[in-house]
């Protein structure tokens, strides 16, 4: 049996990064650049302009009464010249005129019919030089995740109309199972709802990838090969759930290794350790187990960072904090437990509580959960006190 560290190498081992495509700023949010260097097309601001509304001086003039030359807006392209004893009305954001050296805020001035009383004012008060910011040809890093709002206004100051970006891997779903009906569907005797089709759509669109559903099959070989034959022609990366483990009507292994080949199929993780990792036309295929919480948490720890891989990002992209346990929370002591829990703030620091019953079956606490408590391997359960790694799943109040 692997290892969650073994498991996970493995995995990223067959991550290839997918292709660029350019798209228009406004496309670009949550997408990944495809270079993380870029180089500034202009200057940042492009010109000396005003921090404030108010007057643009010479210094050398201040403190004085100064003639009112002039008035400049944002935008203006032709500028009043600034002669000494004279100053110019001048807005936010507007090119400091030829002559000027500072500017006097509104708030400070006394202003009169055509004329304006200033304080000593220093050379190059409120006054935002070209280039302070930003030089033209300077390179810029971005961080290494999905382009934010403030990358994105970033990208527009820096001059950028279009970026190019990773294609969005494409990542096949297959449900498995006799038993799964479509979400809201009524339900026959032995029947459940396919929980996992569309949650791992979800978790596949929310770390970078485009969802591909393949049709739900029951656990019938020559369907699932069909489907995963499907997938694998028409996916960067293929997500199977259920039919992984020793069952005699589990078939997504055998499928698995007709097609290509089967790396491994068991790791030492408590949820999910039926998981199995191969290759089919040469397209990593994950088969998660069935259990709902299994197929969620695997899911987060394997396929997530492989997604993130084919676009070039590093680690999951979660935060990790240390948290003490508020209670004992038992786990299988052969396995690393993520113990589905709720972190909240308290006078001491933070403190995990169980979101509710650990079995994998029960998505509920899933759904109430902000974080995995990480709990290794050798241990019987998170004891009372100990401080353990949390993996954030969501915000703490
Ligand atoms: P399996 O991995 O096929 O042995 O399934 C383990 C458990 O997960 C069984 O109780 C299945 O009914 C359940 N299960 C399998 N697939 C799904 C699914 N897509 N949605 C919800 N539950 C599932
Ligand atoms: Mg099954």
């Not at 000494?84 to 000027?100: D, E, V, Y």
């Not at 509104?106 to 910011?133: K, L, M, N």
């Not at 791992?200 to 069909?226: H, K, Q």
């Amino acid at each position: 049996m692997r290892s969650v560290e073994e498991a996970l190498a493995a995995i990223l081992d067959a991550a290839r990064l997918t292709e660029a495509e350019t798209l228009p700023l406004e496309r670009c949010f949550g997408r990944v650049p495809a270079a993380f260097f870029l180089t500034a097309a202009v200057d940042v601001p492009p010109f000396d302009n005003s921090s404030m509304d108010g007057y643009a001086l010479r210094a050398a003039d201040s403190p004085g009464r100064l003639r009112v030359a002039g008035e400049v807006a944002a935008g203006a392209g032709t500028l009043p010249e600034v002669i000494p004893g004279t100053a110019a009305r001048i807005m936010t954001g507007a090119p400091l005129p030829p002559g000027a050296d500072a500017v006097a805020p509104i708030e400070v001035v006394q202003e009169s019919e055509s004329e304006v009383e200033v304080p000593a004012t220093d050379p190059g008060a409120y006054v935002r030089r070209a280039g302070h910011d930003t030089r033209a040809g300077e390179s810029v890093v971005l961080p290494e995740e999905p382009l934010t709002a403030a990358t994105i206004g970033l990208l527009a100051s820096l001059g950028f109309g279009e970026l190019a970006v990773r294609r969005r891997p494409r990542v096949a779903i297959l449900s498995t199972g006799d038993e799964l009906q479509p979400p809201g569907a009524p339900l026959a005797a032995g029947q459940i709802h396919d929980a996992n089709g569309v949650a791992l759509a979800a978790a596949i669109t929310e770390a970078g990838g485009e969802p591909v559903p393949l049709e739900r099959t029951p656990d019938d070989p020559a369907l699932i090969e069909d489907q995963v034959g499907r997938g694998a022609s028409n996916a960067d990366l293929l997500v199977a759930s259920g039919g992984v483990s020793v069952g005699r009507h589990d078939h997504v292994r055998d499928v698995i290794e007709r097609l290509g080949t089967l790396d491994f199929w068991r790791i030492r993780v408590q949820p999910g350790k039926p998981l199995a990792f191969g290759a089919v036309q040469g397209v990593p295929v994950l088969g998660l187990p069935g259990n709902p919480v299994s197929a969620l948490v695997t899911f987060e720890l394997f396929a997530r960072p492989l997604i993130r891989g084919m676009l070039g990002l590093p680690g999951s992209g979660r935060l990790m904090l240390p948290v003490m346990a508020a209670e004992r929370i038992g786990k299988d002591e052969d396995r690393r437990a993520y113990l589905r829990v709720r972190v909240t703030r308290e006078a001491d620091g933070l403190a995990a509580r169980p979101a509710g019953g650990q079995q994998s079956s029960q998505i509920r606490p899933l759904a109430n959960a902000n974080a995995l408590l990480i709990v290794p391997e050798g241990e019987p359960a998170a004891e009372a006190g100990r401080t353990y790694d949390a993996l954030l799943l969501g915000a703490i109040a």
